[in-house]
């Protein structure tokens, strides 16, 4: 397994550990310290993948996140991570990693045959094709897209890693440890302010690990950084995370970080999580975000083996390899030039530097000139041969506007740089507007929008001197800004890594027959120039425009190597200036990130909180299904030996209205109102009259919003003069206490009366059926049970098998009912006891379903079912409920306005089916006739529907137009199979009188 | 001193397995205690501390400890007093006698929502696996209670010392907040 | 994550521990039967939905309960000043020449 580009010594590798791994089933080996680009490369493995579009042949273009081409799956615990970029994955052992977007193999695709058709797919091509016919979307076009679509293969089986959350706050966070991040976090630790300090990379150090032609105070810039890294550690107020990708920068300094945690280890331990989400909040934050280079724009730009330069020589410096033996470097600036000394020391030969100028500087002319490098100068790139990686490259020489061949190059590498492009993603994530340096040639950070500074390459600071003292400055400005003082660490001196000169945008001039070539400037989504022309001449005047028209920037790096270029080729089309088309935006995240991350903890069985009632176990003992309200688990049925949820909701049913029934009733919400002013405040906030009700008595509330909707009902007790236990739906709680909170604070702050949750103070069970009272009785204590001493409607204080209890007879079935509230940690115990006493009468556990019937047999309605935030008192049938005397109450007003006093309005009914063994569908249409033209609007629809086993029928409840004059038609509900033909009656159906629940 | 004073308060239950025993960090569900709601105006405040037998808070987010009583504050009228358990009774009726005459609220909370403690030197890291506050001592010092979040789940939150927290939830949200504390705390246990 | 400076806490708190209420300052007719069905409909539903500073209510619901009122920016997302329920309404249009606009 040797690695024929690795060089003898040198670079940051762990050569001692020699890790093998796989690609494409091919065993290959490298060493810790590797990426997997850098260990492919090694192992001169160029082509990596095929392109998105035309299947072309791909190779590894950087060394960063910003990587276009090398996108790879990794394989692990029998599943597929795809769309990693190369470039950042860690080589461990037993790795094994696969290309992408190839069939059959990445040597030889047949998806290829997109590039011989490629006039086929211009910019806009899905645009333009598949617009007609109409019909075709669905069923052709979407689907034969969809499955060419995408980059990877999505993985098959849940995600089996776990994700972990950290809130953090800090002082100062420093983003990005290259020479100005490290001076940053430096100078601002050392004014003892509390310091994030993170890097997407493994390693600390960003260019510095690659810089080997510098010094800083006089050592090795490397070993800077690591006595740099040993004083930050030593601080406890610095926060050092490497793995760590600043992929959101949101308001008020609020910054989202993934940190990589088990992704490089080969054998992790199962109790870490693979991610971690740092929701970090800083005072001040330090982008140090760097640079990156920019590829040149000329025809087959885009094969293997092509890279870009700073690339290669970070390949060389860092990782120990050589992109190739034979190596043409193509250049506008003067940073290229050192990757072509670097290699042609470590025996690299240099076929040629390629510099567009015409006079690069004299000094690095006379450095080629010592090592015997040939310089071509005005001279450029005007195409490449090789078949899955280049042999070749054309050269041509400027000549005013146009090129004259020079020549053809051999080489098996070719390194390019266009010049540099500040990383402002950040700062632009952050709200702020970029400005256009002419000097520079592109864009920097402008004004900070939050308590941000950039600092470095990417301000466009450049050369390393600068980048460090930018730094230091910036660091100590932080903590001046964030805890009011700063330190006094001395500044490191650099000397060499200078700025250089130099820089192009956009598409270079070739000599070739322009329909029959292609330079590339985004890889990832195959767009080249002559596509953002196109787009320019079909009318896609903003870059906005152009962006989705092409897909440009588009890619995962979100345009950071392609936008300028795209730019640059656009304005020149549009004959405007550059800063006249203007940058596309920078969004979150910075680069991809994991659905893991972002879901995080709230997955299985902590996706949202289980609330459970203290019959929970008890009923899960007995195979009880259940139902989710809200985000309680409540008992649904109670099925007995195979019954199906039919058989046991009837048996169900028919044993309440025999016996007795026991119920877990303690979701309901419940709110202890108390104070002088408690009956008023209710007064205002109900439909009902409060001020006459005596202690020891309950009363139906009914609560409206100020429209004169119905928005919740419930029970309310009256148990002293100043004191009120109100009941709520279980889904509306919470809303009905914000609603009375608001009111009460903002309406009525004048008011003596305070509100207080009290639904989990109490457990709640309902004991209902003829048998209630003979199966409560022998537990009670302090209140007399007897019809006359506590009737319908009546709340009292005692005890319940020895425990306080708060008791109402109340009713939700029409039988005879008591609610027993007892504080929620005896509610176990109570249940217990209850569930024992119940049985032994015969009676019955029952779940919502068939609370939901009995209530349905009585006409009750269910706020959310019955009524849908649309829905007055009247159009139930509840004027009763409104207290006729009250000047006002939330509502009141909103129930005269026109629309509600109209005639018309939706009322609530109960339908019979002609067949009683028809169970009507709830949600169902309500029409007059059976068979209704399409495009006649409903009369109304069906709210509730169940078989009612006390009717010994069906019974439904429904919403129909003017219903209540319908009484005794027949209308029908329209259904696949036919009309349902239904009587339209009152809506109660069981017990009209009384009878029972006054028992 | 909040240590000590919470020790009586707050203390283990001992009827119940820890939920979480590591060396950095602990969570052992608390015993019962007597949880009362207080709501009033200022007029109240001598008469509730009188009946109580601590000063009611009127600093926000902080309490104010005596033996075996603690007073929160939770809102500019709104106070929750915890004592021991058996002593429930006693502090409503005292509260009852002597507000009588000023507009009030008591209402006996101590069933509402359960405490666990958690401690240890990675507590505060733990807690900060899900509430989203700044928990460094100097943001959140020793004494400092606050209503807040744990994830998705609204808590109460007292620091009882540099290493040392009480978390309240409602009883029903509990299993929640325990469960994904003990989760989180998971990786700990890793080399 | 907007950070929120809570009145009577006296802390920035992040937004997660809020809920915003809508348009303050709107408060509710003291005779609502003597309101026209024009002016209900108004004080229900017509809020001035300003791009630029505008008076919100928010709710420390996660915190100390209370309802206070904030200047916000809808262009900047930033909060301009809080100040307690109660207290009068500040001139948006000061605040708006401060946020430059
Ligand atoms: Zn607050």
């Given amino acids: 397994m040797s690695q024929p580009f690795r060089i003898e010594k040198g670079g940051r590798i762990d050569r001692a550990a020699s890790l093998s791994f796989t690609f494409d089933g091919e065993r290959l080996s490298g060493h810790a310290g590797d990426t997997l680009a850098s260990a492919l490369l090694a192992n001169g493995i160029h082509l990596v993948g095929r392109s998105f579009k035309y299947h072309r042949p791909r190779g590894i273009l950087t060394a960063g996140s910003e990587e276009p081409n090398a996108l790879v799956g990794i394989c692990r615990k029998g599943d597929q991570t795809p769309n990693l970029r190369a470039t950042q994955v860690e080589v461990y052992e037993g790795l094994e990693t696969v290309s992408q977007n190839r069939f059959p193999s990445r040597g030889f695709d047949v998806g290829a045959v997109n590039d011989l058709l490629s006039p086929l797919f211009p910019a806009g091509f899905y645009y333009k094709t598949f617009m007609w016919p109409k019909a075709f979307w669905d069923r052709v076009y979407e689907p034969v897209i969809r499955a060419a679509a995408g980059l990877g293969n999505p993985p098959k089986n849940p995600d089996h890693d776990t994700y972990g959350n950290l809130y953090a706050h800090c002082d100062v966070l420093v983003i990005g440890s290259g020479p100005a991040g490290l001076a940053a976090a430096l100078a601002a630790a050392d004014s003892g302010a509390r310091v994030i300090l993170c890097d997407e990379q493994a390693e600390f150090g960003g260019s510095l690990l690659t810089e080997t032609a510098a010094t800083i105070d006089g050592t090795a810039p490397a070993q800077w950084v690591a006595d740099t890294l040993e004083k930050l550690s030593a601080n406890g107020n610095v926060t050092l995370l490497p793995r760590t990708t600043a992929f959101g920068y949101f308001a008020q300094n609020f910054v989202a970080l993934a940190q990589r945690i088990t992704d490089h280890v080969s054998e992790p331990d199962p109790r870490l999580p693979r991610e971690r989400l740092w929701q970090v909040r800083a005072r001040e934050v330090v982008i140090a975000a760097g640079a990156i280079e920019r590829p040149m724009v000329f025809p087959e730009n885009d094969r293997p083996g092509i890279m870009l330069a700073e690339a290669g020589r970070t390949y060389l410096n860092r990782y120990g390899v050589k992109v190739g033996h034979n190596v043409l470097v193509a250049t506008a600036c003067d940073t290229a030039w050192q990757a072509a000394f670097d290699l042609a020391d470590h025996g690299v030969t240099i076929a040629a530097i390629a510099d567009v100028r015409e006079n690069p500087p004299e000094a690095l002319q006379s450095i080629a000139k010592a090592r015997g490098i040939r310089v071509e100068k005005g001279c450029v790139v005007t195409g490449t041969t090789g078949r899955k990686r280049i042999s070749a490259a054309l050269l041509g020489r400027l000549r005013g506007n146009g090129v004259a061949a020079a020549g053809e190059v051999a080489c098996d590498a070719l390194l390019m740089s266009g010049g540099w492009t500040p990383t402002v993603s950040l700062y632009s994530q952050s709200r702020g507007k970029v400005v256009w340096n002419e000097s520079l040639g592109t864009f920097v950070p402008g004004q900070s929008v939050q308590n941000e500074r950039s600092a470095g390459a990417c301000l466009g600071i450049y050369g390393l001197n600068a980048a460090l003292e930018d730094g230091y400055a910036a660091g100590e400005n932080a903590a001046k800004a964030a805890i009011g003082r700063s330190g006094t660490v001395s500044r490191a001196q650099a000397h060499g890594a200078d700025a250089g000169e130099g820089g192009i945008l956009g598409a270079l001039p070739h000599d070739r027959d322009p329909s029959k070539v292609k330079a590339f400037v985004d890889y990832q989504n195959d767009v080249t120039a002559k596509d953002v022309k196109l787009a320019v001449r079909e009318g896609m005047h903003s870059i906005e425009h152009i962006k989705r028209y092409t897909t440009t920037g588009m890619a995962t790096d979100q345009g950071r190597l392609s936008n300028l270029n795209a730019l640059d080729i656009a304005s020149k089309a549009l004959d405007k200036p550059v800063t006249d088309v203007g940058l596309t935006t920078f969004r979150q995240p910075y680069t991809p990130t994991t659905f893991g991350i972002f879901a995080n903890i709230s997955r299985g069985d902590f996706f949202d909180p289980v609330r459970k009632t203290p019959s929970h176990d008890f009923v899960a003992g007995q195979d009880a299904a259940f139902e989710d309200v809200g985000q309680w688990k409540r008992a649904w049925y109670l099925p007995k030996d195979g019954e199906d949820m039919h058989q046991a909701v009837a048996r169900e049913c028919e044993t309440v209205r025999k016996s007795a029934g026991l119920f877990d009733a303690s979701t309901l919400g419940k709110i202890e109102v108390v104070g002088p002013d408690a009956a008023e405040f209710l007064e205002r906030m109900y439909t009902n009259p409060w001020k006459k009700l005596a202690p020891g008595r309950c009363r139906y509330g009914l609560l409206l919003n100020d429209a004169g909707f119905i928005i919740d009902d419930g029970v309310v007790g009256r148990l002293a003069e100043d004191r009120f236990h109100v009941t709520t739906t279980t889904g509306g709680a919470a809303h009905v206490f914000a609603t009375m909170e608001d009111y009460l604070q903002t309406e009525w702050p004048d008011l003596d009366v305070w509100i207080t949750s009290i639904t989990e103070q109490y457990a709640v069970c309902a004991v209902q059926g003829p048998k209630a009272r003979d199966i409560i009785a022998p537990f009670v204590e302090g209140i007399d049970l007897s019809a006359d001493a506590f009737p319908h409607m009546s709340v009292g204080s005692g005890t319940f098998c020895g425990v306080p209890c708060r008791l109402f007879r109340i009713s939700f079935t029409g039988e005879l009912g008591f609610e027993v509230n007892v504080p929620r940690r005896h509610g176990k115990m109570v249940w217990d006891k209850l569930a024992k006493a119940v049985a032994e009468q015969e009676g019955v556990i029952y779940g919502t379903e068939t609370m939901h019937v009995l209530r349905a047999d009585k006409g009750y309605i269910i706020v959310g079912q019955e009524t849908d935030g649309t829905v007055t008192p009247d159009d139930v049938g509840m004027n009763w409920a409104i207290g006729k005397n009250k000047a006002d109450f939330v509502g009141k007003r909103g129930l005269a306005r026109p629309d509600l006093v109209a005639g018309g309005r939706k009322q609530l009914v109960g339908l019979l089916t002609k067949d009683p063994k028809v169970v009507l569908e709830e949600g169902a249409q309500v029409t007059k006739l059976a068979n209704p033209p399409a495009g006649t609007p409903a009369e109304g629809h069906v709210t509730s529907a169940y078989h009612s086993p006390a009717m010994g029928r069906s019974i439904a409840l429904a919403l129909v137009k003017d219903g209540r004059r319908l009484t005794g038609e027949t209308l029908n509900i329209p259904m696949p199979n036919g009309a349902i033909p239904v009587e339209v009656v009152e809506p109660f159906f069981y017990d009209k009188e009384g009878a029972r629940l006054n028992g | 001193m909040a240590d000590i004073l919470t020790s009586e308060l707050y203390s283990a239950d001992s009827s119940q397995a820890p939920l979480l025993v590591l060396p950095d960090v602990t969570i052992m569900p608390a015993a019962p205690a007597a949880r009362v709601s207080l709501r009033c105006r200022e007029t109240g405040l001598a008469l509730a501390a009188k009946a109580f037998g601590t000063p009611i808070p009127q600093t926000p987010l902080t309490a104010e400890t005596a033996a075996n009583r603690a007073a929160f504050w939770l809102g500019p009228d709104e106070w929750m007093l915890v004592a021991p358990e058996s002593q429930l009774a006693a502090i409503l009726s005292d509260l009852e006698t002597h507000l009588d005459a000023v507009p009030h609220s008591v209402v006996d909370i101590s069933h509402r929502q359960d405490a666990v403690l958690v401690s240890g030197p990675r507590a505060g890291w733990l807690l900060n696996t899900g509430v989203p506050i700044d928990l460094h001592e100097s943001a959140f010092a020793v004494g400092t209670v606050t209503r807040t979040l744990f994830h998705k789940t609204p808590i109460m939150l007292w620091r009882t010392g540099p290493d040392s927290f009480v978390v309240e939830a409602w009883g029903s949200f509990m299993d929640y907040v325990t469960g994904l504390l003990v989760q989180s705390a998971e990786e700990l246990k890793a080399a | ?101």
Wanted: proline share 8%; hydrophobic share 35%.
């Fill in chain 3, 1 to 101: 994550m907007l950070l929120i400076q809570c009145p009577y806490c006296g802390v920035e708190r992040p937004e997660l521990e809020f809920s915003c209420r809508g348009e303050a300052h709107i408060a509710r007719p003291a005779d609502p039967s003597a309101t026209t069905d024009e002016q209900w409909a108004e004080y229900l539903y017509l809020r001035t939905n300003p791009k630029g500073v505008i008076a919100e209510r928010w709710r420390h619901i996660h915190g100390c309960g209370r309802f206070f009122n904030a200047l916000r920016d809808t262009v900047s997302d930033k909060f301009l000043m809080v100040y307690k329920a109660g207290e009068p309404k500040p001139d948006p249009a000061q605040f708006s020449k401060e946020a430059g606009r």
